[in-house]
């Protein structure tokens, strides 16, 4: 079956340095990829979307990678501050029960510490 | 900034009874989305919405659950006979577009159902 694989264990890492969180899928080829951000108690918010023809794309200090023959995106936030520690959840649509569903990972927790 | 909202923010309710969740999306957006996350658990996708009708729905929305658009403005998510495993925090979403567009999701109902 389909699945999508994000890091369970929290990511911890010092302000000011780079964080890269990572999202493998299995056994499909998305169109695009999607991250969020989930702070606790909260819904998630979109951040980035990367299309299966673009290798890399940037917003301020968010970076996306997508590599479809790994089957791999990478998440990066660079200068990470305190107030970006949530959790961070990569989607796609997923082909089950004979439709596209929207799909997302488990997610993985990043914990910038001052 | 527009944003979705929903009402109420936390429902208690006794198993067996019928609840109805209710979601506001933004104005000028097409799509409409129910997804629920257990506690500790990932996001998972219930159903979406178009042109007053469902366009795709997961496993999860079996014949217990129903979604409708009963005005401009409202879309609600029905339960007709609530379970314990109900329990979740359910999110609406709204996109402008379907595919490859970011979606918009609200705050969220907490559902305990005792």
């Known amino acids: 079956s389909q699945k999508i694989e994000q890091n369970s264990e929290a990511l911890n890492i010092q302000e000011g340095k780079t964080a890269t969180l990572t999202c493998n899928y299995t056994?499909?080829?998305?169109?695009?990829l999607q991250w969020y951000r989930q702070d606790p108690g909260r819904g998630p918010v979109f951040l980035l979307l990367?299309?299966?023809?673009?290798k890399e794309k940037r917003k301020e200090r968010l970076k996306v990678t997508f590599d479809t023959t790994l089957k791999q995106s990478l998440f990066h936030i660079t200068a990470s501050q305190p107030a970006d520690s949530a959790t961070y959840l990569c989607a796609l649509d997923i082909f089950s029960g004979g439709s596209y569903i929207p799909t997302f990972g488990r997610g993985t927790s990043l914990i910038v510490h001052p | 900034e527009p944003e979705v909202t929903q009402t109420p923010s936390h429902q208690v309710t006794q198993m067996g009874q019928e609840v109805i969740l209710r979601c506001v999306p933004i104005?000028?957006?097409?799509?409409f989305y129910w997804y629920r996350q257990i506690l500790g658990q990932k996001v998972e996708f219930l159903v979406s919405f178009y042109n007053n009708e469902i366009s795709e729905k997961s496993e999860i929305f079996d014949d217990q659950f129903s979604v409708e658009r009963p005005d401009g403005s409202n879309f609600t998510l029905k339960i007709r006979s609530t379970k314990l495993e109900d329990s979740a925090m359910y999110f609406c979403?709204?996109?402008?577009?379907?595919?490859?567009?970011?979606?918009?999701f609200g705050p969220g109902t907490r559902l305990t159902v005792l």
């Open positions: 990367i299309r299966e023809n673009e």
């Open positions: 979403a709204s996109s402008l577009g379907l595919d490859e567009t970011e979606q918009f």
């Open positions: 104005s000028n957006h097409l799509y």
């Open positions: 056994n499909y080829s998305p169109a695009y």
